[in-house]
């Protein structure tokens, strides 16, 4: 009798566990990965649960075009995951919901990302909807067995764009390299330099307004290097409108001498090129107004048609604490944008002697980055600054057009996006 | 109403009968439902109920979405639902047709839009009278009596079976920088060749490729064309000792001319729709020199992060009325064909 009654017991603690189990709210993220932190984030959500069983985390992993394509109708219609990671942040702020109500600590989030709150909320707001996962910055990249072999030494901090083109062609022309110096095919990596030189992008009214001597002064040069076999035509004008095109490849088979791109290479760089050569992240390049990259990244936000606000924001809070990014930083080999993180350095864990470097250089140069470069990822109208200054400038490459008929093209373009968006 | 008429006597007929059961019964299920619609629509009325199924697909995966199309090409903002969109009437097609020489793209607002309707137009008349051409002697050539005549049919049908993406991408990496022809031509000691980064050398490219892609399809009409000619005219022809010459723009030529005229159309309605192993290949440039109107529509409707979906929509209901006009010209040709092989 005895027996039966602690087997019936049993099985009701069995079955009031499982119902517990099963009342479990469910808060789902949707997560693209360009490396391995899909399974990063998969281990640190385990713990999560193990700590927090009254929430269970879905994590849909999808391709990068789910969230730049079927996302943003999602959100028109009011639908969409609980919590995505996203880059385009800024231009769908509007459906991101506000966690300061929801969070233990609201002004923890707020001091650790001061820096990129604003890419991802809409302007004059202080709303809380998420945090950068990572932050990236443009910059150089150096094949530096290729300097070593030329007897070049690679430019320091300081050194001016033209030293660093000088440079390059010195060594491509050295080594018989057919490319000097890759640039990626993208406005947001033409801007870091343009803003080096002087332009301002933004008028006085916030509008934009682009085409000034310092952004000028970039097109110049980058039309010039073209011109002088510095820089490949394939890249720049080998493609049409915004296509984005790099030269990883050229750069991983040591065909390049410095290839301008950011620090999200590193990894992919470290797995393919091996102990093949050595390469490095360089200091950024300087103009006579600032010596800065680009910065950006992804963020994970919360939507905010989300039905449980409350264990979603414990979730993002606890993606975003100290520990959490340390360790996701550490084992993605991400720069991390909490800043009590990057202040007190990561241990990256790879054991390239290359991925180590070229990852302190790039952390060095995300505080050291210009307040206007920090400023257009929370600028409305920068994508649109960028789309039209690639595929301008694309034309001015290609041959079809000249520079002067590329600027007024680029005010034009940005001119009539403007107003359609305005509408 | 028909009924299955039934053989007597014979292993085979009461074989077929067993196998006729099935059907057998399933008629006699619908018999009375089909009763029912056929008293209901009256006989007339059966043809539109049998096509009333095609027509719905038809109408939920093509004309609804036509009707879309031209809602959007009606309205601007950046909104991708209806409510968020105003209604702005003729503007996009204003924007897009606002031109100051429609021979000089550099004039004209959208000149990106117009340096793809030049594009394309040039890649039309030159894809498709190569297409034309070598599908034309491909399909000679295969119609002859050879050895493994069979397997050569294969080899130049195999391109079609390709995605037109892999298409893209195997030309891609035989055409770039370090690709395979490159790397012949510096094994033979010339010098390398950007040809994706020359203008005149990508749209060659692409041009090629395209009929590389598409001239076992077109082959495969035209051999048919050429097997269905009597070959008794040739026996008369060689009998009368004409030339060969002679031969092809006597007997062959005309008699294929029905063949030949569908390929011609068929080949323009696809030419004009470029899109996918042309983007691959070289992403429209360099610059915009093989940017066709497809991926101007892609690029001003998807690709930037303002979607100006109402532009693009314009763009491609100007670009369906070609289509239109094309499909009607076929439709035309076919008909008068039909009325002359049953006169």
Known sequence: ?423 | MSTITEVPGGQASSLSSMLALPFRFLMGVLNAPMGAVQRRFGIAGMGAVFLAPNMLIFSVFVLIPVAINLAYSLTGGTAIFFDDRHFVGLEQYQTLLMCGDYAAPSTCLQDAFWQSVHNTAFFVLVQVTMLVLVSLGTALVLNREMRARGFWRGVFFFPVLLSPVVVGLIWKWILQRDGLLNAILLDFGFERILWLAERNWAMFWAIFVSVWAHLGFYALILLAGLQAIPRDLYEAAMMDGTGRMRVFWRITLPLLWPNLLVVIILALIKAVQIFDEAFVLTGGGPGTSTMFITQYIYETGFAHVLRNLGLASAASILMGIVLVGLTALQLVVSNRRARKEAA
């Not at chain 1, 945090?131 to 901090?157: K, R, S």
């Not at chain 1, 510095?230 to 050229?250: D, F, L, Q």
């Not at chain 1, 999200?264 to 107004?289: H, L, M, R, T």
């Not at chain 1, 400023?375 to 057009?401: C, H, N, P």
Request: net charge neutral.
């Open chain 1, 1 to 423: 009798m005895k027996g039966l009654r602690r087997l019936a017991c049993g099985a009701l603690g069995l079955a009031l566990s499982a119902s517990v189990a099963h009342a479990a709210t469910e808060v789902r993220i949707m997560w693209y990965s360009d490396g391995n932190e899909g399974e990063v984030l998969q281990d640190l959500i385990k713990r999560f649960e193990s700590q927090n069983p009254d929430i269970k985390v879905v994590v849909d992993n999808v391709a990068f075009g789910v969230v730049k394509d079927q996302l943003p109708v999602q959100l028109e219609a009011g639908r969409g995951p609980d919590i995505v990671r996203v880059v385009e942040l800024k231009s769908q702020a509007r459906h991101w919901l506000d966690l300061r109500p929801h969070l233990k600590d609201p002004a923890s989030l707020e001091k650790n990302f001061s820096n990129t709150l604003d890419w991802m909320r809409e302007d004059g707001s202080n709303a809380l909807p998420g945090f950068m996962t990572q932050l990236t910055i443009t910059g150089p990249l150096v094949n530096t067995t290729l300097f070593e072999q030329a007897g070049v030494p690679v430019p320091g901090a300081k050194a001016t764009w033209d030293e660093w083109a000088a440079a390059a062609k010195k060594v491509a022309d050295s080594q018989k390299i057919p490319i000097a110096l890759a640039f990626d095919r993208s406005g947001h990596r033409f801007m870091g330099p343009a803003i080096s030189m002087g332009a301002k992008v933004m008028g006085p009214d916030g509008k934009p307004a682009v085409v000034d001597e310092g952004f000028k002064a970039m097109a110049q040069r980058i039309a010039d290097w073209h011109k002088n076999g510095i820089m490949p035509r394939e890249i720049w004008g080998g493609v049409a409108g915004t296509t984005y095109k790099g030269a990883n490849e050229e750069f991983v088979n040591g065909q390049v001498a410095v290839y301008f791109s950011g620090s999200w290479q590193v990894a992919q760089f470290s797995q393919k090129i091996k102990d093949n050569f050595d390469w490095s992240a360089g200091p950024e390049p300087c103009g006579p107004a600032a010596c800065t990259g680009m910065p950006g990244g992804a963020g994970l936000v919360a939507v905010k048609y989300t039905k449980s606000p409350k264990e979603v924001a414990r979730v993002v809070e606890y993606l975003a604490s100290e520990p959490v990014v340390r360790e996701f930083s550490e084992r993605t080999l991400f720069l991390p944008a909490h800043q009590g993180v990057a202040a007190k350095g990561v241990d990256f864990k790879s054991s390239d002697p290359n991925v180590k470097k070229s990852l302190d250089v790039f952390l060095n140069a995300t505080r050291t980055a210009d307040p206007l470069a920090l400023k257009m990822q929370s600028y409305k109208w920068s994508g649109t600054i960028y789309a039209a200054v690639i595929s301008r400038l694309g034309q001015v490459v290609a041959g079809e057009a000249q520079l002067a008929d590329a600027y007024a093209r680029i005010e034009e373009d940005i001119k009539q996006k403007v107003a359609e968006a305005s509408r």
